[in-house]
């Protein structure tokens, strides 16, 4: 526990002719609330009342100005010694944090805490409590607990960062969420075979790892095995940007790109309802939640982690429609450039709810274009998106002729790039890499022919649409047409 001092504040001379040598301090013990108003424990009538919001404290001025340049100045500004009243409605942390920031004035003890150090640190700052005007004040003792205490924590990073949500922008401009972010980050990247684990008792269920219990012994035979997702549920709970300086916070340390991307699936499962099918984890087959995850099965982590911060996991935000556009655009810019870092069916989904939220085309164009990267591994329902720009199909149709392009261009690309094999080895890659781009093209015939077929029973599907999908690919592509014909077929029926 951190505490103020608890001396009394003695008198000093600012020169400004409001203070004096020859006043005294006002001792205290404690604060008393009454209704929505604050009184200071003293015989000693109050000569200062302080606003904010629609709460009021009964102070006095000296202990106030003693501490705070920002209240010595307005008493100066105001040209005498007659000012009663001030209001600090903009002040950050608002009431809660002013009375802290009072009581440390009058020298009562007030404990510093992950909760309240955020809006205590931008209180000092807005009230200009600084060592020029006492030695160990408010904005040292607060920097202080920030780089000792909460910046070695996993859960007070976390609670912090997640405070500074209300302290726009001064948490911003302190650099608190700058700060947070990468001790977040630098812990979520740390070997975690050198962490002491903490378990619930629940076999599936685990708490964050304690910072402060390092060990250099190897684990013991009934300690379980530290999980590389074990910080995915604690920095779902930030807020997007919060979560997007993490991110890329992350990003710079080097960690797996197949990591970010299942951490950022999860917050996405979390804050975009009705983007994830019940029930199907964060992709149809799975297949990319734990590729490439140190060998982590996909059920392992899907059995869910302790949330430490927030409360119950089963807890579901609630978000409007604004912030839902803001969330989507801000995770297609991090999701990394990697192939595979997602899902292919996680992209079509995020793509679906963007073209529905009218997000800004660039970042609809680049979704697109990381979609046509590993189009092979759609589904025909992941492709079944209905056409939310008052297209005559039901289905937007346009929208998978791009995809299928961005594939179709992605695959020269590819096949045209220069081998960095050695001589040698070069005719084997080669061959290689010519039976993985066929049985790509191979997956993706099958792929359109059945959409067609899906689609062919539109009537307002337009006889060149469906022409120009089903001779997209080349003939190399299908060795064999009878998915075709079934949907030229279908479309006939339909059509006439």
Same mark, same amino acid.
């Given at each position: 526990m951190w505490e103020s001092e608890t001396e009394s504040v003695s008198g000093r001379d600012f020169g400004n002719g409001v203070l004096s040598a020859s006043e005294h301090g006002v001792k205290t013990d404690s604060f008393e609330q009454k209704g929505q108003s604050w009184y200071v424990a003293t015989d000693i009538p109050s000569d200062l009342l302080v606003q904010i919001e629609d709460v009021s404290f009964h102070?006095?001025?000296?202990?106030?100005?003693?501490?705070?340049?920002?209240?010595?100045?307005?008493?100066?500004?105001?040209?005498?010694?007659?000012?009663s009243k001030i209001s600090l409605d903009e002040l950050p942390g608002g009431p809660e944090a002013f009375e802290l920031a009072a009581k440390f004035c009058y020298g009562i003890a007030i404990d510093l805490s992950a909760t309240n150090i955020s809006g205590l640190?931008?209180?000092?700052?807005?009230?200009?409590?600084?060592?020029?005007?006492?030695?160990? +004040?408010?904005?040292?003792?607060?920097?202080?607990?920030l780089s000792y205490v909460v910046l070695s924590?996993?859960?007070?990073?976390?609670?912090?960062?997640?405070?500074?949500?209300?302290?726009?922008?001064?948490?911003?401009?302190?650099?608190?969420?700058?700060r947070c972010s990468e001790s977040i980050?630098?812990?979520?990247?740390?070997?975690?075979?050198?962490?002491?684990?903490?378990?619930?008792?629940?076999?599936?269920? =685990?708490?964050?790892?304690?910072?402060?219990?390092?060990?250099?012994?190897?684990?013991?035979?009934?300690?379980?095995?530290?999980?590389p997702d074990w910080w995915f549920e604690d920095v779902s709970i930030l807020r997007i940007d919060h979560f997007v300086r993490v991110i890329t916070a992350i990003k710079v340390k080097g960690m797996k790109h197949e990591l970010i991307g299942a951490a950022i699936m999860q917050y996405a499962a979390k804050w975009l309802p009705g983007l994830i099918k019940e029930g199907s984890g964060l992709a149809d087959d799975g297949s990319n939640i734990s590729n490439g995850i140190n060998g982590t099965?996909?059920?392992?982590?899907?059995?869910?982690?302790?949330?430490? =911060?927030?409360?119950?996991?089963?807890?579901?935000?609630?978000?409007?429609?604004?912030?839902?556009?803001?969330?989507?655009?801000?995770?297609?810019?991090?999701?990394?450039?990697?192939?595979?870092?997602?899902?292919?069916?996680?992209?079509?989904?995020?793509?679906?709810?963007?073209?529905?939220?009218?997000?800004?085309?660039?970042?609809?164009?680049?979704?697109?274009?990381? =979609?046509?990267?590993?189009?092979?591994?759609?589904t025909l329902a992941d492709l079944l998106i209905p056409s939310y720009n008052k297209s005559e199909?039901?289905?937007?149709?346009?929208?998978?002729?791009?995809?299928?392009?961005?594939?179709?261009?992605?695959?020269?690309?590819?096949?045209?790039?220069?081998?960095?094999?050695?001589?040698?080895?070069?005719?084997?890659?080669?061959?290689?890499?010519?039976?993985?781009?066929? +049985?790509?093209?191979?997956?993706?015939?099958?792929? =359109?022919d059945s959409y067609l077929t899906e689609v062919s029973r539109?009537?307002?599907?337009?006889?060149?649409?469906?022409?120009?999908?089903?001779?997209?690919l080349p003939d190399s592509a299908r060795t064999c047409d009878d998915g075709l014909y079934r949907a030229i077929d279908s479309y006939l029926k339909k059509a006439h």
């Open positions: 102070l006095h001025k000296y202990p106030l100005l003693s501490r705070s340049g920002k209240m010595n100045r307005m008493i100066y500004e105001s040209r005498g010694a007659e000012l640190r931008c209180a000092a700052e807005y009230l200009e409590m600084t060592e020029d005007l006492e030695e160990g +004040n408010l904005i040292f003792k607060t920097e202080a607990f924590s996993w859960r007070d990073s976390i609670l912090v960062l997640k405070s500074c949500e209300k302290l726009s922008p001064w948490a911003e401009n302190l650099q608190i969420v700058r980050a630098w812990k979520a990247c740390a070997n975690p075979k050198g962490i002491k684990w903490q378990y619930t008792g629940k076999p599936t269920k =685990v708490s964050s790892p304690n910072w402060n219990q390092m060990k250099d012994s190897s684990p013991s035979r009934n300690q379980q095995v530290v999980p099965s996909s059920g392992s982590w899907r059995g869910g982690l302790h949330m430490i =911060v927030a409360g119950s996991g089963d807890e579901v935000p609630s978000v409007q429609a604004k912030d839902q556009r803001m969330i989507v655009e801000s995770l297609i810019s991090i999701i990394p450039q990697h192939k595979d870092s997602v899902s292919c069916s996680f992209l079509l989904r995020l793509l679906r709810m963007a073209n529905m939220l009218k997000v800004a085309p660039a970042l609809i164009t680049e979704l697109e274009k990381r =979609v046509g990267m590993q189009f092979e591994q759609a199909t039901m289905y937007d149709i346009d929208l998978v002729q791009r995809l299928l392009e961005h594939f179709i261009v992605q695959e020269q690309t590819e096949s045209s790039s220069p081998s960095s094999y050695p001589f040698s080895d070069k005719h084997m890659h080669d061959g290689i890499q010519r039976g993985t781009h066929l +049985n790509a093209k191979m997956r993706v015939a099958r792929l =359109v539109d009537r307002n599907l337009s006889l060149t649409k469906f022409q120009v999908l089903a001779e997209a």
